[in-house]
């Protein structure tokens, strides 16, 4: 199921940070914000079973919206988690009349680039050493139709 996530998700969803992005992972005071309801735009979502599977956030406006988060708990990836967690991120943009999805990813980021390319993303701009470690980031863009 995917649903909202609530403050309560915050613990289960900086787990998946700190599995999923080691050192560039958001801290938990900073996940706690995103789930407070303050932050305009911000949408968060979590992919449940019995416990969160995975999570997506995103800032959704009008014409152009980021998806700046999605992560899936390693042991229930390559399962359709991911790909279900962002067509309702893709949803909810378009509900919001947002006209493009734009991310960023580490360009040795293999996996993701390549779920990404099955999505429908193509390459716009790159950004030397953009993360902590000195890696470039792809920018990735999606028109929502
Ligand atoms: C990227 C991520 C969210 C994908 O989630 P997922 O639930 O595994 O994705 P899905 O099962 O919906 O995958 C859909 C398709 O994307 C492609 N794909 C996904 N992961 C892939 C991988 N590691 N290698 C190659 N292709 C991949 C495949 O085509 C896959 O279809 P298939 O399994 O039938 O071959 C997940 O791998 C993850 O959490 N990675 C760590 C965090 C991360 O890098 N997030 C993105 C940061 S920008």
Redesign the pocket.
């Known amino acids: 199921m995917i649903r909202p996530a609530e403050v309560d998700d915050g613990p289960a969803i900086a787990g ?1 940070e700190q ?3 080691g050192s560039d992972a958001w801290s938990d005071g900073l996940v706690a914000d995103g789930l407070s309801g303050q932050i305009p735009g911000a949408l968060y979502l979590v ?1 449940t079973s019995q416990t969160v ?2 999570y997506a956030a995103a800032s959704l406006f009008a014409d152009v919206s980021e ?1 700046q ?6 042991e ?11 067509a309702r991120v893709e949803h909810e943009a378009r509900v919001r009349y947002s006209e493009q999805l734009l ?4 360009e040795d ?11 429908g993303f193509t390459e716009i701009d790159r950004r030397p050493r953009y993360y902590a470690d000195g890696t470039t980031a792809v920018v990735l863009r999606k028109e929502l139709d």
């Open positions: 998946l599995l999923a992005f992919a599977l995975g998806l988060r999605i992560a899936v708990a390693p229930a990836r390559r399962c359709g988690v991911g790909s279900r967690l962002l991310l960023e990813v580490r980021n293999a996996g993701a680039c390549a779920f990404y390319a099955v999505r």
